[in-house]
T-cell receptor, first 121, second 112 residues
């Protein structure tokens, strides 16, 4: 079962513009993470936001989380051609089953289907 | 530098054969995970392990098995490969007590 639904599925912008991607999920979470995947490569972790946080920044990335709406957004400001990639949100469940006891979260990431971002130079 | 590697990177096999995909990490992470990535489904969790001798089923575990005899390795075995198991497989690890997962480069498996 897919937890995250991402919107849009594809996004094409010009270099220098901002890119916004949205993610919705279905169940309660411990945290939500965003990953980037370049074509033919593995996923790279971008940012993690905990369920008690509302906004987080990392460089040109800004993530928001609205647990009442079960949604998150990723904003990439001043995009570059090198930002061209697929972006995935992933949710990590709360401690309702077997967990890694030191973290209290399961580590069982449930991914959305991703947003493919193309940044044109 | 510490890293996570997968081998082979590409594999073609026939239906019914047993296949083992290797995953090795040098971070000494307790937690390791196997995912498969298919068009239209994103990444889905196959199996995971919180430590040596610990293995657990994920969302799509049928037809797959794992074993964890040491901290560094979590091999994924397809007992009898099926065409539906044609996919790209990713291994990941994380340090206990954290959320971020580190992914390997992936193995592209084709079952004919």
């Amino acid at each position: 079962s897919q937890q995250g639904e991402e919107d849009p599925q594809a996004l094409s912008i010009q270099e220098g513009e901002n890119a916004t991607m949205n993610c919705s999920y279905k169940t309660s979470i411990n945290n939500l993470q965003w990953y980037r995947q370049n074509s033919g490569r593995g996923l790279v972790h971008l940012i993690l936001i905990r369920s008690n946080e509302r906004e987080k920044h990392s460089g040109r990335l800004r993530v928001t989380l609205d647990t009442s709406k079960k949604s998150s957004s990723l904003l990439i400001t001043a995009s570059r051609a090198a930002d061209t990639a697929s972006y995935f949100c992933a949710t990590d469940g709360i401690m309702m089953e077997k967990t890694d006891i030191r973290s209290g979260n399961t580590g069982k990431l449930i991914f959305g289907q991703g947003t493919t971002l193309q940044v044109k130079p | 530098d510490a890293e996570i590697t997968q081998s082979p990177r590409h594999k073609i096999t026939e239906t019914g054969r047993q296949v083992t995909l290797a995953c090795h990490q040098t971070w000494n992470h307790n937690n390791m995970f196997w995912y498969r990535q298919d068009l239209g489904h994103g990444l889905r969790l196959i199996h995971y392990s919180y430590g040596v001798q610990d293995t657990n089923k994920g969302e799509v575990s049928d037809g797959y098995s794992v074993s964890r005899s040491n901290t560094e390795d979590l091999p994924l075995t397809l007992e009898s490969a099926a065409s539906s198991q044609t996919s790209v497989y990713f291994c990941a690890s994380r340090r206990a007590g954290t959320g971020e997962q580190f992914f390997g480069p992936g193995t592209r498996l084709t079952v004919l």
